[in-house]
């Protein structure tokens, strides 16, 4: 079974910055595209940034210039860096692996991504 796990939610307020990460010893994730998506309470999950097996970082423009994605494949791990962070920032943060579409061609595309974490929370307070 493979696992993908999700560290670094927390509190903080707004204008702060948290670093998530997620971390695998069961797949390569230079070999996936690998994404992070979100999920409000009430609202529907929605994706927030991916990245693909060239290692170019793509991102929704609710976090773009504020959010910045990075793998490290030596510790074969995904990172999060949120900045700026606002209250509507807040959610259940999940990283998953889509096998299928390693370029990221299914963009933010959920039924592609086979692979989720048990996610990690993070909230913004005003």
């Known amino acids: 079974q493979v696992q993908l796990v999700e560290s670094g939610g927390g509190s903080v307020q707004a204008g702060g910055s948290l670093r998530l990460s997620c971390a695998s010893s069961?797949?390569?994730?230079?070999?996936?595209?690998m994404g992070w998506f979100r999920q409000a309470p009430g609202k529907e999950r929605e994706g927030v940034a991916t990245?693909?097996?060239?290692?170019?970082?793509s991102y929704a423009d609710s976090v773009a210039g504020r959010f910045t994605l990075s793998r490290e494949n030596a510790k074969n791990t995904l990172y999060l860096e949120m900045n700026s962070l606002k209250p509507e920032d807040s959610g259940m943060y999940y990283c998953?692996?889509?096998?299928?579409?390693?370029?990221?061609?299914?963009?933010?595309?959920?039924?592609?991504?086979?692979?989720w974490g048990q996610g990690t929370q993070v909230t913004v307070s005003s």
């Open positions: 990245i693909g097996i060239d290692g170019r970082p």
């Open positions: 069961d797949i390569r994730y230079s070999r996936y595209c």
């Open positions: 998953a692996a889509d096998d299928s579409r390693p370029t990221c061609s299914s963009g933010y595309n959920q039924k592609y991504y086979r692979f």
